[in-house]
């Protein structure tokens, strides 16, 4: 690209941002390095479906559009990571697809579950950074579940010197995949679910109790969380004057007046003890 022609796409890119109508397309791309580990002997299914393979994440920030196009980078990346790390791995795009194979000894299905970033005006002008986390869901030869995954990868990239920071926001965003990819490299075989495999044996499905008995029932309520409210005031329990904190020192008595007999007999003053609290408890 010529020099004018850098300059002019430059300007162009300046001029929609302050125009308010900037588009920031992010497009990770590059190639993971050569493993250098030894491969599971296993024959494994690979899922990326056609939904994972053209995820998008879509965000908006003080009027500036983000795009960020994780899908096609997402199976390559997959395809590299599960070729180098067993003998033989095959891609599909469903679990029902990959079950209809012989010989595979476990099926995977890598997906990207959250995408985040910060600019570089909104860590201080120095860099930017990107976070992406993964689920990968395992299955044995027949589809049935046996475990899932969680991995996450986080990346940074330079500050961009002019434009909206695509470029430099693709470069945080590949290396958050290639943080991701080194962890599960590295650590996998090191995992119990990778156990039967290293021995070139199935995945068995998992087991677990039959829906709708006393089992299952008490897993799902041990499971299930609770809803609870953050932005209610505290409650205030209203305590008696011998209990409640006064001020340093004993106050001075003062010695009850004479009652005026020309005056309207009051009503008894409440007893402190049932004020009610100045918040409603909640």
Known sequence: MTRSATLKSALAALSMALGGCATVQVLPQGQLPTALIVKTP??????????????????SRASIDYEAQLGPSHKQLVEEIFKAEFADARMFDSVDAAR???GLHAIF??????FSFASAKETGGTYCAVTIRYQIGIFAPGGQPVDTLTLTGYGSGPAPKIGNGAEELAIAAYAAMRDAAAKFLTQFQGLDVAKPLLASQALQPREGPAPGSPEANALASMAAIEMVPINDPPEVVATSPSTSPGPAGPAPE????SPDPAAPESEPAPDPSRLAASHPAT
């Not at 296993?42 to 965000?59: D, F, L, R």
């Not at 299905?109 to 959250?114: G, L, N, S, T």
Request: charged residues 20%.
């Open 42 to 59: 296993a024959t494994v299914g690979v899922v990326v479906t056609p939904e994972t393979g053209s995820y998008t994440h879509k965000e």
């Open 100 to 102: 209809a194979s012989p």
């Open 254 to 257: 003062i010695p009850p007046a």
């Open 109 to 114: 299905e890598p997906r990207i579950e959250q």
